[in-house]
């Protein structure tokens, strides 16, 4: 362990997340991201005139170099309690005679919340790679088991029959809406501002339109069309909410792999190391599923890091401070959590144990019963009001496990007149319900399949 590591406090820098994604927001990367927007801005000011070429080109070679560290930047931050001008003034100082051009006609926040946008395009470009991943591997089991047939549930009892592949093709379909969601909100978050105090673009007089599209055009960022001081908060605020989202699905499908892997279901598990792993410190015996579990944990989290974005956009007037502090802490903590807990998932789905055999006993097991639909529609269908076909077996279902619904709807005078007992298995037989599930599977798979591949 290192000594930055056992010095930390928060988990998320030692154990929780991945290094390259932790990275994307470190003071390093982000201190690189608003000497680019500084540099732009230069270069922006030069191609229209307003500033010397060569000072331009000083600037960028200046913010390009290395020069402007990290170091530099804190002291003078201590001095001047002002972090972006303590890195303009850094970056004017390594720009040398250039350096009286550097942040002309910028505020504070036309540098950081440009260098956000930057952080949340990155950001989302990340996710949208964990979103597919997990989609694919998702898919791949709903291929591998679109006619496992399983006991569906609802209300934690036994419903209709269904298949495994389904269940996982219905995660998918969510995991690739998420995906839809991102592609549609980046292009609203991924944006930037270069006007100045209030909003409107004053100090940079009457090239200030051409400046703040030249700075995005060459940062590749959209531009916030009204802004204040500051980016729109809604654009955040819309951010961590789709991360609550993702996060939402996450503990979906965690909850039902833990739920599935109950000693009771036993119908799946997550992948353990027989030779190594421990899934307890008394009990020998257990094998917990632990990804799942973290992923619950973790999700709760990131849904709780949507709510001060919410909060951020009611500020004072034109801005205030109010949203900053938080924001330091949200923006990191809750993208470096969802890519985590996709990629848990992806993992967990990815080596999932499917137990067929299990599942086929419970669905034996339930003796008819969970086919009372099947029997109720034929009923109907054969003239008996749907009413009273549903209550005939509601009274033929009570106590049935001991004999079973079969032997029961056989013995029935009234069901007896209406089918012969081998219509009567035919009816009872999961197979049916199964057939149509492993149909609309397959139809899924390739239909997702085909958006996947976009």
């Known amino acids: 362990m290192s000594d930055s590591e056992s010095s930390a406090i928060c988990p998320i820098e030692f154990r929780y997340g991945r290094e390259e994604v932790r990275e994307l927001f470190s003071r390093e990367a982000r201190l690189r991201r608003c000497l680019r927007v500084e540099a732009a801005l230069a270069k922006a000011q030069a191609e229209l005139g307003i500033l010397p070429p060569d000072a331009a080109a000083a600037i960028d070679a200046a913010a390009a170099s ?17 972090d972006v001008m303590a890195i303009a003034r850094t970056l004017a100082t390594a720009a040398g005679p250039a350096g009286r051009w550097v942040h002309y006609g910028a505020t504070s926040g036309d540098i950081t919340d440009t260098a956000l946008g930057l952080e949340l395009k990155e950001s989302s470009h990340v996710l949208r790679h964990d979103l597919t991943d997990l989609a694919e591997a998702l898919l791949t089991l709903a291929e591998a088991h679109a006619s496992t047939p399983e006991l569906g549930r609802t209300h934690g009892q036994h419903a ?34 270069m006007a100045g105090a209030v909003g409107t673009g004053a100090g940079f007089g009457p ?3 051409a400046i703040e599209q030249k700075v995005m055009f060459a940062l590749e960022l959209g ?18 909410n789709f ?23 036993a119908e799946v598990a997550e992948a353990f190391d027989e030779a190594k792993q421990v899934g307890s410190s008394t009990m020998a015996q257990k094998r917990n599923p632990m990804l799942s579990e973290n992923v619950t944990s973790l999700a709760r989290l990131v849904r709780a890091f949507a709510l001060p974005p919410l909060e951020n956009m009611v500020l004072w007037h034109e801005r205030d401070l109010a949203n900053s502090a938080n924001e330091r802490i949200v923006v990191p903590h809750a993208v470096v959590l969802t890519d985590d807990i996709l990629q848990k998932m992806t993992q967990v789905f990815g080596h999932l144990s499917v137990d067929a055999a299990q599942m086929r006993r419970h669905l034996d097991s339930a003796k008819g019963l969970p086919m009372t639909e099947s029997l109720m ?34 013995a029935d005078p009234e069901i007896a ?32 399949r085909a958006e996947l591949a976009r």
Do not use: W
Request: contains cysteine.
């Open 160 to 193: 209709v029959p269904m298949s495994f592949g389904y269940k996982a093709a219905v995660g998918a379909a969510e995991v690739l809406r998420h995906r839809r969601r991102l592609d549609e909100l980046t292009p609203r978050v991924a944006v930037g501002k």
């Open 377 to 410: 529609l034929a009923l109907t269908a054969k003239g008996l009001p749907r009413a009273e076909a549903h209550e005939m077996l509601r009274r033929l279902t009570r106590d049935a496990p001991g004999t079973g619904l079969v032997a029961r709807a056989k």
């Open 223 to 240: 531009v916030d069309e009204a802004p204040t001081q500051i980016v729109g908060r809604d654009r955040l605020a819309e951010f961590t």
């Open 243 to 265: 991360l609550a989202l993702v996060a939402g699905t996450c503990e979906r499908l965690a909850t039902e792999v833990r739920n599935l892997q109950r000693t009771e279901i």
């Open 207 to 209: 090239s200030a339109d």
């Open 417 to 448: 007149r209406q089918f012969t007992p081998a219509e009567i298995d035919e009816l009872l037989d999961p197979a049916s319900y199964v057939r149509a599930a492993a149909r609309k599977t397959e139809r899924l798979v390739r239909n997702l």
């Open 66 to 82: 290395g020069a402007v560290t990290l170091a530099n930047v804190d002291a003078l931050e201590r001095v001047l309690k002002h």
